[in-house]
């Protein structure tokens, strides 16, 4: 039995999969309207499916959306059988596809296929563009180039690339990374940048950047 989402503004296909799957034991929440997506406690699904042709957003945007904020597969829906159509939607960061019309043995099929690789193999990296970071090593590295960083240098880091686009003001980062009881100053944070940035030019631009008169984002 495994948690999933299935986004689709087809409301009958929406019903269609929650039928299917419940045969698998699988509880299925189904949304058709994709921009109510962001406001789910998405960590709590172990598969999302995701159709492409939504007219309020398409499935491209909401994976680039949400693809960083979970950890578990995503399954493009979608009647499009190019095959640039495929890469890049795999190249976004989604695990497979599935061309409608389906079956619905096809369907339960491919869905649980992912899931037991899954219960096998749990990843723990993030990859944004050339910089990837090692969750559990709590490393990151450019093109394979280990970066030096202190333990409050990985942390500032990560908390900024785990809400990237986001601004956060140097009190906000010092508060996620140090906590309410922090023995140090906000005003650290802005050194702790300094160095990271120093760091990272050996090899790329540092993507923290700041937004005067708010704080700093990882782009």
Not at 98 to 109: D, H, M, Q, S, V
Not at 110 to 124: P, Q, S
Not at 130 to 142: M, R, V
Request: proline residues 2%; charged residues 30%.
């Amino acid at each position: 039995m495994a948690k999933i989402l299935a986004v689709d503004d087809d409301k009958a296909v929406l019903v269609l999969i929650k039928n299917i799957l419940k045969k698998d034991n699988h509880i299925v929440t189904i949304i058709s309207d994709p921009n109510k997506v962001l406001r789910e406690q998405l960590g709590e699904f172990d598969l999302i499916l995701l159709d492409i042709m939504m007219s309020e957003m398409d499935g491209f945007t909401l994976c680039k959306n949400i693809r960083n904020k979970v950890d578990c597969p995503i399954l493009f829906l979608t009647a499009k059988s190019m095959e640039n159509d495929i890469m890049y939607g795999l190249g976004i960061g989604a695990d497979d596809y599935i061309l409608k019309p389906f079956g619905a043995g096809e369907l339960r099929a491919r869905i649980n296929a992912h899931l037991r690789r899954e219960k096998r193999e749990k990843r723990t990296t993030l990859c944004l563009g050339d910089t990837n970071f090692n969750l559990s090593g709590k490393e990151i590295s450019i093109n394979s180039n280990k970066l030096s960083l202190t333990k409050s240098e990985y942390e500032i880091c990560e908390f900024l690339a785990r809400n990237r686009g986001q601004v956060f003001s140097k009190e906000r980062i010092y508060e996620a990374v140090f906590g309410f009881d922090g023995e140090s100053e906000p005003s650290a944070i802005v050194e702790h940048i300094k160095n990271i940035r120093a760091k990272f030019s050996k090899f790329k631009n540092c993507p923290i950047e700041t937004v005067w008169g708010i704080g700093y984002k990882w782009a």
